[in-house]
């Protein structure tokens, strides 16, 4: 699926609010998801989508 880059952008800003003194902050991950999802915005799943490879990205970041 390609993602547009609207929906990248959406994803980074919501990315860069979950974190916090260079720390991701989990109850924001979890309040912002819940958000979009009731909101439901255009290509929300997008958005999703690539939120979770950035989260992922991030986490892998800080396991090695």
Known sequence: ???SKQARRE???LF???IADGVLNEG???EL???VLAAKPRSYFAILSH???LLKLYLDRQAA
């Open 51 to 53: 939120f979770q490879r």
């Open 16 to 18: 860069r609010s979950c």
């Open 33 to 35: 998801v819940s958000k």
């Open 28 to 30: 924001r991950v979890r």
């Open 11 to 13: 994803a980074k800003l």
């Open 1 to 3: 699926m390609k993602i």
